[in-house]
């Protein structure tokens, strides 16, 4: 169901931006506030809990993308236009090319596929704003370092107007109940349900472009720090793990910092203030597990050799408790 009510969407914010013809007097706000009441927002598989939130669009939410690539529509032009093809009563439509903006996606465990260039052309229903066709050509570097055109064509085979719409799209799960806030994923709930048991899989992009997969790092130790460059607590303890890192990461030791919630331009102002030796990726541009979804910083996991979760640490004396979790596994903390 999530992946018909994401692609409902884009279709509608596509009406607003690309045809103004129809749908001219309607904002982009108004569109997604129809639907935020009906927003599921589930941690996890078999989770229990929703919540109603309130979207921001931002520009390229903004934008319609529906088949994944975000394109740059300040550089799109129209091309053409030309009747639909419907049989009865026709409608028109327009032919614009535009740039796909340049993505990096996770592939095999610690390898990544990256878009280098590439153009769109698409085929728009002026009255709908509903895609008809769409022509994807892209250089793409896959995980073997190999460069690839790729040539991909989506093509609505079958169209009808006037039905009406099917409500059950909409349609929470059964089982399901409403809550102010999600139970955050803190030290209590992950002691609780997840240490003891192999961590969940995680593939992280770094800050440079580097691959991290949880499974290429099975055999050494992984330690996990969840941080944000505001957070008092998260400073203080940065020398420590880069002394710690620079004593055991080119052994038996992996410490991958997470920054959460902060975009890339400040982590990187603050990273070259604070010089660090171990790997920083950015939450924002990954795809983070719920498990990995944490909210109070800093925190601390730490993951055996053999991928077990061994034990988690949070808050300003989150890195004292570690330390004595560190000299299980062999290593000292300064």
Known sequence: ??????????????????????????????????????????????????????????????????????????????????????????????????????????????????????????????????????????????????????????????????????????????????VGWLTPWAEERIRKELVGKPAPDLQLIDIKGTPISLANLKGKTVLLDFWATWCPPCQADASSLEKLNQKYGNGNLAVIGISVGEERAIVEKYLKKHQHSYSVA???????????QIGLFPTYLIISPDGTLMTVREGDQGFAKLRKDLAKAGMTAE
């Open 282 to 292: 950015l939450s924002i541009e990954n795809q983070m597990p719920s498990a990995y």
């Open 1 to 178: 169901m999530k992946g018909m009510w994401c692609m409902f969407l884009s279709v509608v914010a596509s009406a607003a931006i690309i045809t103004p013809w129809a749908f001219a007097e309607t904002s982009n706000e108004a569109l997604w506030s129809k639907f935020q009441a009906l927003r599921q927002d589930s941690r996890k598989p078999g989770g229990t809990e929703f919540t109603r939130i309130t979207v921001t669009v931002s520009k390229d939410w903004a934008l319609p993308a529906p088949y994944e690539d975000i394109l740059d529509w300040r550089r799109a032009k129209q091309l053409q236009s030309l009747p639909c093809g419907f049989s009865g009563k026709d409608h028109t439509c327009v032919i614009v090319e535009a740039p796909i903006k340049p993505w990096i996606r996770p592939d095999t465990p610690g390898n990544v596929v990256r878009m280098l260039d590439g153009t769109a052309r698409v085929m728009v229903d002026t009255e709908t704003g509903i895609w008809l066709r769409c022509e994807i050509a892209a250089t793409v570097d896959t995980s073997q370092h190999r460069t690839n055109q790729w040539e991909v064509t989506y093509t609505v085979k079958q169209m009808s107007y006037g039905g009406a719409a099917d409500m059950a799209l909409f349609k929470l799960p059964d089982g399901l109940h409403e």
